[in-house]
Protein backbone atom coordinates (compact mmCIF):
# COMPACT_ATOMS: atom_id res chain seq x y z
CA UNK A 1 0.00 0.00 0.00
CA UNK A 2 3.03 2.46 0.70
CA UNK A 3 4.46 1.72 -2.85
CA UNK A 4 1.18 2.37 -4.47
CA UNK A 5 0.81 5.94 -2.29
CA UNK A 6 5.11 6.80 -3.73
CA UNK A 7 3.26 5.72 -7.71
CA UNK A 8 -0.24 7.61 -6.84
CA UNK A 9 1.24 11.01 -5.04
CA UNK A 10 2.89 11.85 -8.09
CA UNK A 11 0.62 11.08 -10.60
CA UNK A 12 -1.85 13.01 -8.64
CA UNK A 13 -0.34 16.23 -8.58
CA UNK A 14 0.51 16.40 -11.80
CA UNK A 15 -2.87 15.89 -13.04
CA UNK A 16 -4.16 18.57 -10.51
CA UNK A 17 -1.53 20.61 -12.34
CA UNK A 18 -1.97 20.20 -15.76
CA UNK A 19 -6.00 21.05 -15.02
CA UNK A 20 -4.82 24.17 -12.82
CA UNK A 21 -2.80 25.88 -15.64
CA UNK A 22 -4.24 27.57 -18.69
CA UNK A 23 -3.74 25.72 -22.14
CA UNK A 24 -2.79 28.34 -25.06
CA UNK A 25 -3.99 26.67 -28.17
CA UNK A 26 -4.50 27.52 -31.43
CA UNK A 27 -7.99 28.02 -31.28
CA UNK A 28 -8.10 29.22 -27.50
CA UNK A 29 -7.74 32.73 -27.72
CA UNK A 30 -7.72 34.63 -24.30
CA UNK A 31 -7.98 38.31 -24.56
CA UNK A 32 -7.81 41.37 -21.73
CA UNK A 33 -10.99 42.99 -22.16
CA UNK A 34 -9.53 46.58 -20.55
CA UNK A 35 -6.70 46.03 -23.63
CA UNK A 36 -7.80 43.77 -26.44
CA UNK A 37 -5.17 42.75 -28.81
CA UNK A 38 -5.79 42.89 -33.00
CA UNK A 39 -6.60 39.34 -34.37
CA UNK A 40 -4.00 40.44 -36.85
CA UNK A 41 -0.56 40.78 -34.60
CA UNK A 42 1.41 40.79 -37.30
CA UNK A 43 -0.04 44.53 -38.55
CA UNK A 44 -0.47 45.60 -35.67
CA UNK A 45 3.72 45.50 -34.65
CA UNK A 46 4.57 46.34 -38.00
CA UNK A 47 6.50 49.40 -36.18
CA UNK A 48 8.69 47.28 -34.13
CA UNK A 49 11.31 46.12 -37.05
CA UNK A 50 12.43 49.79 -36.85
CA UNK A 51 15.74 49.44 -35.80
CA UNK A 52 15.60 52.40 -33.17
CA UNK A 53 12.90 50.50 -31.08
CA UNK A 54 13.54 48.87 -27.69
CA UNK A 55 11.43 48.57 -25.28
CA UNK A 56 11.98 49.65 -21.76
CA UNK A 57 13.16 47.34 -19.12
CA UNK A 58 10.68 47.01 -16.10
CA UNK A 59 13.19 47.55 -13.37
CA UNK A 60 13.53 50.99 -15.35
CA UNK A 61 10.07 51.89 -16.01
CA UNK A 62 9.48 51.22 -12.05
CA UNK A 63 12.06 53.05 -11.54
CA UNK A 64 10.65 56.44 -13.07
CA UNK A 65 7.52 55.56 -11.36
CA UNK A 66 9.43 55.53 -8.14
CA UNK A 67 10.95 58.59 -8.81
CA UNK A 68 7.33 60.50 -8.78
CA UNK A 69 5.38 58.63 -7.10
CA UNK A 70 6.41 56.75 -3.26
CA UNK A 71 4.72 53.52 -3.08
CA UNK A 72 5.81 49.58 -3.61
CA UNK A 73 5.47 47.62 -7.24
CA UNK A 74 1.88 45.06 -6.80
CA UNK A 75 1.55 44.05 -10.53
CA UNK A 76 3.33 44.91 -14.16
CA UNK A 77 2.26 44.28 -17.53
CA UNK A 78 3.09 45.39 -21.35
CA UNK A 79 -0.03 45.98 -23.02
CA UNK A 80 -0.95 47.39 -26.49
CA UNK A 81 -1.81 50.58 -26.04
CA UNK A 82 -5.56 52.42 -26.52
CA UNK A 83 -6.43 54.29 -29.43
CA UNK A 84 -5.63 57.83 -28.22
CA UNK A 85 -2.03 57.05 -27.13
CA UNK A 86 -1.64 54.92 -30.21
CA UNK A 87 -2.64 58.40 -32.35
CA UNK A 88 0.03 59.77 -30.63
CA UNK A 89 2.99 57.43 -32.15
CA UNK A 90 2.79 54.96 -28.83
CA UNK A 91 3.53 51.10 -29.27
CA UNK A 92 3.24 48.90 -26.51
CA UNK A 93 2.72 50.14 -22.54
CA UNK A 94 4.66 49.14 -19.93
CA UNK A 95 1.03 49.53 -16.69
CA UNK A 96 2.17 49.00 -13.72
CA UNK A 97 0.18 49.14 -10.24
CA UNK A 98 1.81 50.61 -7.31
CA UNK A 99 0.49 50.06 -3.40
CA UNK A 100 0.89 53.28 -1.88
CA UNK A 101 2.03 54.19 1.83
CA UNK A 102 -1.46 54.71 2.47
CA UNK A 103 -2.54 51.33 1.22
CA UNK A 104 -4.13 52.88 -2.04
CA UNK A 105 -3.43 51.49 -5.55
CA UNK A 106 -2.24 53.64 -8.39
CA UNK A 107 -2.29 52.46 -12.03
CA UNK A 108 0.78 54.24 -14.27
CA UNK A 109 0.72 53.90 -18.12
CA UNK A 110 4.03 54.40 -18.92
CA UNK A 111 5.17 54.18 -23.40
CA UNK A 112 7.18 51.16 -22.85
CA UNK A 113 10.04 52.91 -25.43
CA UNK A 114 10.63 56.53 -23.78
CA UNK A 115 9.25 56.10 -20.40
CA UNK A 116 7.25 59.02 -20.73
CA UNK A 117 3.92 58.98 -18.16
CA UNK A 118 0.69 58.40 -20.69
CA UNK A 119 -2.00 58.24 -17.40
CA UNK A 120 -1.91 58.19 -13.86
CA UNK A 121 -5.14 57.64 -12.02
CA UNK A 122 -6.03 55.81 -8.39
CA UNK A 123 -7.06 57.10 -4.78
CA UNK A 124 -4.36 58.65 -2.85
CA UNK A 125 -2.40 60.13 -6.26
CA UNK A 126 -1.55 63.80 -4.32
CA UNK A 127 -0.95 61.95 -1.18
CA UNK A 128 1.85 59.59 -3.18
CA UNK A 129 3.39 61.91 -5.13
CA UNK A 130 6.44 62.88 -4.14
CA UNK A 131 7.09 66.61 -2.65
CA UNK A 132 10.70 66.81 -3.79
CA UNK A 133 9.73 66.62 -7.51
CA UNK A 134 10.22 69.27 -9.58
CA UNK A 135 7.99 70.39 -12.47
Known sequence: ???LRIILLPLLVALAL?????TFGDDDRRHDHD??????????FESLKQHD????????AVEIAGERFRGRLIAARIVPPR????ARGVILVHELRLLTPKR????????AHSG??????????TDARRKDDKP
Do not use: Q, S, Y
Open 1 to 3: MKR
Open 18 to 22: ALALP
Open 35 to 44: APWPEDWATE
Open 53 to 60: FRVLPLKR
Open 83 to 86: PDER
Open 104 to 111: DVLMIRLD
Open 116 to 125: DFLEVAGAGL
